[in-house]
């Protein structure tokens, strides 16, 4: 919640009324539509911090997988609406590993017409982080660990593992 939280402080407040018990307060409310966007299956994990957060906030999901031979990812599922109606998005993703996944989320997220994206994760590698700012360098990087590299196979070292895997018991 602590990454979401960052990654979240520029976006615009409009002013709001809120009724208390004892007086009514003067308080901020977000502006901005946001769409979250946790790439399955790994995402997923993030969703709930970020509805807390952000509970007005719309879901939507895009699923890729790594080819494990050539690292590269491959779309199997994308459950965006047929246009877009928020201003902000939020790419939800654990790891950030070879940056490809990101980057290609990315991509579907502008060809369908996202102004305004962000990505959100929790450990990322320098290639990683490379890679995707290369590919977008408008899209900030939100993350709460850099680590030290990649492995031949890669995976972020020291890392966790496979997030995904983690998270369901499938590893």
Known sequence: MLVLYEATADL???????????????????????????????????????????PEAQVWHIGLFRDERTLRPIEYYNKLPSTTAVQACLVLDPMLATGGSATATIDILKKWGAKRVKYVGLIAAPEGVAALSAAHPDVPIHVAGLDEKLNEKGYIVPGLGDAGDRQFGTG
């Open 12 to 54: 615009a407040l409009a002013d709001q009324e809120v009724r208390t018990p004892l007086a009514p307060y003067r308080g901020a409310k977000l502006a901005e539509q946001v769409g979250l966007v946790p790439v399955l299956r790994a995402g997923i994990g993030m969703v709930e911090a970020a509805l807390e957060l952000i």
